[in-house]
């Protein structure tokens, strides 16, 4: 998976831009910017300063809150002067995520309390294109940006939403700015950074849909594998994940995870929860590791921090995986991270006899 972010942060910036440009001379102080409260030009001010509060997340490697500091324009700025401020913070956000090793992660709230580069790319992409279509509808003019960029953003920080016929009109729907046929217009929105869980020697990343796209699609991810590929069983993991997104049902908490190595930044493996619990509060896991891997207790070590944090959610009362009645060495993970061997006539959850049923309760 070819590096994303940085190009992207260019793009976007250079398409609201040529847009605005043609439009200086028009009155941004005193006309709203499409739906929101504020002015054209308080909407310009703020689309700055996300730029570059983001790139100063990422460079600060912020871990608790936002770093304090101000941003403003002179008060004799003009229409122009404000672009220009604009193509230079995005140009600071540029720069910051190209150079940003990609397992950094720093501070943002929503909802998991960090961003990657790649989350803040995205969501520096998405306050341009977003209030670019403000300012554009306030003025009324005309904007609509690169459909790439839109389905680049909806598959990283929209993981929640089902993807629409066009990309651009379902981000529109997705923050409350448009319409889409069949669907409740949306009130309140937040973005959705890829969750991550620390372990001692693992960090389990979320699987972002663009992620599993690729993983699909025969590429890396966006990690670089121990061994130099993926297990088999991971590819099949993405396309789940893609399978449940592209319907509207994913839910990241409920997803995969890939398990990077924290002394080299490795990926060894992928865990995954099947979806959401069902109407009992059962939940279904599982999970490969690359061979190199295998056999230091890297997939017990995560198997317990995720089932620990999943059943700590009041709507999950059971966990379970199905094995092979011959994978002892899996069986044997399953038993060190606290589940035991079911009995499977009372558990009816699995259909083939050849595999054995292991179950851990909240």
Same mark, same amino acid.
């Given at each position: 998976?070819?590096? %994303?972010?940085?190009?992207?942060?260019? =793009?976007?910036?250079?398409?609201?831009?040529?847009?605005?440009?043609?439009?200086?001379?028009?009155?941004?102080?005193?006309?709203?910017?499409?739906?929101? @409260? %504020?002015?054209?030009?308080?909407?310009?001010?703020?689309?700055?300063? @996300?730029?570059?509060?983001?790139?100063?997340?990422?460079?600060?490697? #912020?871990?608790?809150?936002?770093? $304090?500091?101000?941003?403003?324009?002179? =008060?004799?700025?003009?229409?122009?002067?404000?672009?220009?401020?604009?193509?230079?913070?995005?140009?600071?956000?540029?720069?910051?995520?190209?150079?940003?090793?990609?397992?950094?992660?720093?501070?943002?709230?929503?909802?998991?309390?960090?961003? /990657?580069?790649?989350?803040?790319?995205?969501?520096?992409?998405? =306050?341009?294109?977003?209030?670019?279509?403000?300012?554009?509808?306030?003025?009324?003019?005309?904007?609509?940006?690169? #459909?790439?960029?839109?389905?680049?953003?909806?598959?990283?920080?929209?993981?929640?939403?089902?993807?629409?016929?066009?990309? %651009?009109?379902?981000?529109?729907?997705?923050?409350?700015?448009?319409?889409?046929?069949?669907? #409740?217009?949306?009130?309140a929105w937040r973005w959705n950074n890829n969750l991550v869980l620390p372990t001692g020697r693992l960090t389990l990343e979320g699987l972002t849909p663009a992620a599993a796209a690729d993983l699909v699609a025969g590429g890396d991810g966006g990690f670089v594998?121990?061994?130099?590929?993926?297990?088999?069983?991971?590819?099949?993991?993405?396309?789940?994940?893609?399978?449940?997104?592209?319907?509207?049902?994913?839910?990241?908490?409920?997803?995969?995870?890939?398990?990077?190595?924290?002394?080299?930044?490795?990926?060894?493996?992928?865990? /995954?929860?099947?979806?959401? $619990? @069902?109407?009992?509060?059962?939940?279904?896991?599982?999970?490969?590791?690359?061979?190199?891997?295998?056999?230091?207790?890297?997939?017990?070590?995560?198997?317990?921090?995720? #089932?620990?944090?999943?059943?700590?959610? =009041? @709507?999950?009362?059971?966990?379970?995986?199905?094995?092979?009645?011959? /994978?002892?060495?899996?069986?044997?993970?399953?038993?060190?991270?606290?589940?035991?061997?079911?009995?499977?006539?009372?558990?009816?959850?699995?259909?083939?006899?050849?595999?054995?049923?292991?179950?851990?309760?909240?």
């Amino acid at each position: 998976m070819r590096a %994303w972010g940085g190009d992207q942060v260019t =793009e976007a910036v250079a398409s609201g831009v040529e847009l605005l440009r043609t439009v200086t001379d028009r009155d941004w102080t005193g006309v709203k910017a499409g739906r929101l @409260d %504020w002015s054209c030009r308080q909407t310009a001010e703020h689309m700055a300063g @996300d730029l570059i509060a983001y790139a100063g997340q990422l460079a600060g490697r #912020a871990q608790t809150a936002y770093v $304090p500091f101000e941003f403003g324009f002179e =008060e004799d700025t003009d229409q122009a002067g404000v672009l220009d401020v604009i193509e230079t913070t995005g140009a600071l956000l540029t720069a910051t995520v190209r150079t940003t090793p990609p397992r950094v992660r720093a501070f943002h709230p929503y909802p998991f309390r960090s961003a /990657n580069r790649e989350g803040f790319a995205a969501m520096g992409i998405a =306050e341009v294109l977003l209030h670019t279509h403000d300012i554009a509808e306030g003025l009324g003019v005309p904007y609509e940006p690169p #459909a790439e960029l839109c389905e680049s953003v909806l598959t990283r920080i929209f993981p929640h939403v089902r993807p629409g016929p066009e990309p %651009w009109p379902t981000l529109l729907w997705a923050t409350g700015r448009g319409e889409l046929p069949g669907r #409740a217009p949306v009130t309140a929105w937040r973005w959705n950074n890829n969750l991550v869980l620390p372990t001692g020697r693992l960090t389990l990343e979320g699987l972002t849909p663009a992620a599993a796209a690729d993983l699909v699609a025969g590429g890396d991810g966006g990690f670089v594998w121990l061994g130099d590929a993926p297990f088999e069983g991971t590819r099949d993991v993405a396309a789940g994940l893609l399978k449940a997104y592209e319907g509207g049902v994913h839910r990241p908490e409920f997803g995969a995870f890939v398990l990077v190595r924290r002394e080299d930044g490795r990926a060894v493996g992928s865990l /995954n929860l099947h979806g959401m $619990p @069902d109407e009992e509060g059962r939940a279904e896991i599982g999970y490969d590791l690359v061979e190199p891997a295998r056999g230091h207790g890297y997939a017990t070590e995560a198997l317990t921090v995720l #089932a620990d944090r999943t059943l700590a959610h =009041e @709507d999950v009362h059971l966990l379970y995986a199905a094995v092979e009645e011959a /994978n002892t060495p899996s069986q044997g993970v399953l038993t060190r991270a606290g589940f035991v061997r079911a009995d499977v006539a009372a558990e009816p959850l699995l259909e083939d006899g050849s595999l054995r049923l292991y179950t851990r309760r909240g």
